[in-house]
């Protein structure tokens, strides 16, 4: 049995093999060549002092000692071919990891998805990026691998199930990502790394007998008698199954309006909204380390703050350190923004969602839309920051004190979102009880964090896709709809999921509770 160890140590000692063994074999008293491996199970940085600390979980395995090393492999999955059919709307990490659970437990998925397939999406990004043109099945949120692809690949998640956040952790590291995201505390991929591990599931589900349409829309769900029949497509052509796992994500404002129109229940949800917040990561690394310069072992510092400002919480969302800005927009007229960051997070700039919480009452003012009122609040501030930053993908910017003193920007720096902004006053975006919140609450970040009040900090708006603003309520423990039988709403769109890891979760207890209900 290996000897397990929690240790603090510099990060030139956590990060040298040749500094490492001495300092564990000098901790356990045994020579250091009486060591035979040093397997870490965990690291984190402690910044909390000025000098920091790695904290690493070791597991030390003597000479002699036999050598066990958790091997990481894919189920063996069975081909699907002729088993029962069960139809998952949506490529993005709930529906993928359906399909790939589906496939182990026997049956046969039809993944539907709207958008391209990785390498074909990358070209309708290119177009929103440089020439504001926002393909409406085809974008960072539509597409093969879902909203998550071109993103941070931010892993961590709040749920409190380790063994099924470490069980898609294993799998993606089958699928090719690096076996250090079951190490790091606050693991990521990043978006140069995600579009691979994506293609090699949809491969590994097509190999095994599942089938995987892109460009393919669902426009109508067939229900006869409360129960799923199946799909209807874009071209008119229908597809039958009794079993339906609806993973659209939070962005698919018709599938919300078609439930509606079916006179399906759905129920508005409160979300949150606010603004992209970009810092010099540099500024960042200086506030979190306490230092000028990170160094070599230190990574582009993130940070994560919570503030109660007069009732509400306002919070950090999705920070992507050395990361970039993108237009997140899904539908012509309207501008959202979001961030990403490549693996090595090596951009000049850190970017993060300030959100404020959202409470049902607030969509008062979309009363008459009923449950899609939280929807057409978003949409409203979506649509009205795209005609005061010019009717383009541009989005309205100010910088962080202008915006706290109600006072229009006279100059915006280029910042990383590459469609450009416009200088715009945040008081003519959002309500007013957004805009005081957010005003006040800046003011007390920087009470936190010093130095991250200042306006060299640019504001783009609005952050708004945060989680879905509806609910497809389904059985806690069948996981079938209130309603309509043999559907099963999942994932981020749904209400079930906020992030990959979950909604990759939420995918697979779909598919689990199909099975069972098939028997
Ligand atoms: P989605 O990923 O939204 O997938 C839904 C899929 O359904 C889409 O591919 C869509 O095209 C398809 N679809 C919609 N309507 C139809 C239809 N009618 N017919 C057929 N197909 C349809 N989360 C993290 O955990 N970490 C991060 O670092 C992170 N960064 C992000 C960065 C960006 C830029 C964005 C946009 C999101 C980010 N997120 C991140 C959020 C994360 O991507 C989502 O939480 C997650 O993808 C939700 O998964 P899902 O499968 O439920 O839905």
Redesign the pocket.
Known sequence: MPRELLVQVSPEVAHHDEQLYPHIAKLIQVPVQDIQKIVVIKRSIDARQRTIKFNLKLHVFLTGEPLVVNKVELPNYPNVENAQEVIV???????LFAALQLIELGLKPIV????KDVRGRRRDLKAINRDGIVNE?SN?????????T??????Y?RSKKRGDVDRILQLLVAFGATPDIMVEAHP?IGTNKLPQIIQDIREKIIEHGGKVLFE????DILIKNNEVQGVQIQDGSTIHASKLIL??????R??FELLHRKEVLIEAKPFALGVRAEHPQQLIDSIQYSCDFRGAYLPPAPYSIVKQIGGRGMYSF?M?PGGVI?P?ATANGEVVT???SPSKRDQATANSGIVVELRLEDFKPFAQFGPLAGMEFQKDIEQRAWRLAGSTQQVPAQRMVDFSQSKISSSIPKTSYVPGTQSVEFGEVFPGFLTQTMREGFVQFGKSMKGYFTNEAILHAPES?TSSPVRIPRDNYTLEHLQIKGLYP????AGY?????S?AI??EKCALKIKEAIG
């Open positions: 709307v949506g490529a993005g990490p709930a529906g539907l998805e709207r958008g099945d960072y949120c539509f597409g093969e691998g879902g909203a998550g071109y993103s941070d690949g931010k892993l998640t990521h393919t829309r669902v426009t993973a659209t994500g939070h962005s698919a018709d599938i999705c992507c993108a997140c979001n961030g990403w896709r999942c994932g981020e769109g999921a906020g992030g990959i890891i909604a939420d995918g």
